[in-house]
């Protein structure tokens, strides 16, 4: 299991390299701004789909984003 420490500066890392360094400070400012309740969100993100919809939709992003 990783660290806090460690999933944190991973985040940023991610961010910085997707966004640049200015864009991922301000998407970091805008999530701490906004009440964001991840397990609700996680809860309704995929409960219109099947699972072989989920695994069709997971293999066609791992196919163009690796």
Do not use: C
Not at 10 to 27: P, Q, S, T, Y
Request: hydrophobic share 40%.
């Amino acid at each position: 299991m990783k660290t806090d420490t460690l999933i944190r500066n991973e985040g940023m890392e991610i961010l910085a390299k997707h966004l640049g360094m200015v864009e991922a400070e301000r998407f970091i400012m805008l999530i701490q701004k906004e009440p964001f309740d991840y397990t609700g969100w996680q809860e309704t993100l995929f409960e219109n789909m099947s699972i072989e919809e989920i695994s069709k939709r997971a293999t066609e992003y791992r196919k163009n984003n690796m």
